[in-house]
């Protein structure tokens, strides 16, 4: 059976799973192989996503079940997003909403490993969170399916997605494809959600010259904002340098030169803040503290972003 939670399309065996790990034939139909079962649980920073320009310096309650549909040399959660028969308890999706309302935290994030692959139960949970009042926040490789993002879009409030390089960067290191990623993300941002982007760069494989065709890229589709950060040694790469904050400080140069309103770094000591693309004031601090509104206090600029 084809399984469209994401563009790989599986055909899916019986007795076998898909290439993520999570879908399988149960009862004649495509089922999750362990729905519910959570293996990551946490109240995060919404910074910590990342995302610099939705609902600033509030927390979110974030929640990831194992699986991945890539399988980048480099994950920086390969303990959970490559693990192919991760076990976890089972937490229903009107615990985890119970517990943000109950906590006041404004949003559940699904995110750590790929939520494309938990969909259904990502789904399920962000429809009652809704329901609640909640926002709903997906952070994603962006190798979406058509058919998936006609399911998600109506349901998700904001979106961080990787754009981890080129194409030979997607298939050898990540067993992935660029074009899906950037159809999807072309495609939110045509529907107008918010989306902010990542790119982790690696020192001696990423190139000023791939910074600069990415930043096109981005440009091409309208993205406004691009978060660069520093690779650490984890998973297939443990042996690598970690990035350097010099590296990082060269790329960000580049990024801003194309264009891309608003770039941040990431995983860095390097200053996070946000600045009027307009008149350059400072809009929102390093630390987190933004202009009421998201309205520049200087000029009155409108900031992109959702600010309550
Ligand atoms: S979610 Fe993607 S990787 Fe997993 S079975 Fe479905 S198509 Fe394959």
Sequence with gaps: MICDFCYRHCDVLPERLGFCGRREIRDGTLADAGYGEVVAFAVDPVEKKPLYHFLPGTRTVSIAMAGCNFACDFCQNWQIAQERFLRGDFLSPESVVRYAREHHHPSVSYTYSEPLVWQDYMLETAALARR????????????????????????????????????????????????????????????????????????????????????????????????????????????????????????????????????????????????????????????????PGGVCLHCGTHIYGVWS
């Design 132 to 291: 609640e009042g909640l926002r709903n926040i997906m952070v994603s490789n962006g190798g979406f399916s058509k058919e998936a993002l006609a399911r998600i879009v109506p349901m998700i409030d904001a979106y961080n997605i990787d754009l981890k390089g080129d194409e030979t960067f997607y298939s050898t290191i990540c067993h992935g494809s660029l074009a899906p990623v950037l159809d999807g993300l072309d495609a939110l941002i045509s529907a107008g959600a918010h989306v902010e982007v990542t790119t982790m760069l690696i020192e001696g494989i990423h190139t000023e010259q791939m910074v600069e065709s990415l930043g096109t890229m981005l440009m091409d589709i309208g993205a406004q904002v691009w978060h660069l950060s520093r690779f650490f040694p984890q998973y297939r790469m443990i042996g690598r340098q970690a990035t350097s904050e010099g590296f990082l400080e060269h790329a960000l140069e580049v990024a801003r030169h194309c264009g891309v309103p608003f770039v941040y770094p990431g995983n860095s000591s390097l200053v996070a803040e946000t600045r009027c693309p307009a008149c350059g004031s400072v809009v929102r601090t390093a630390s987190g503290q933004t202009v």
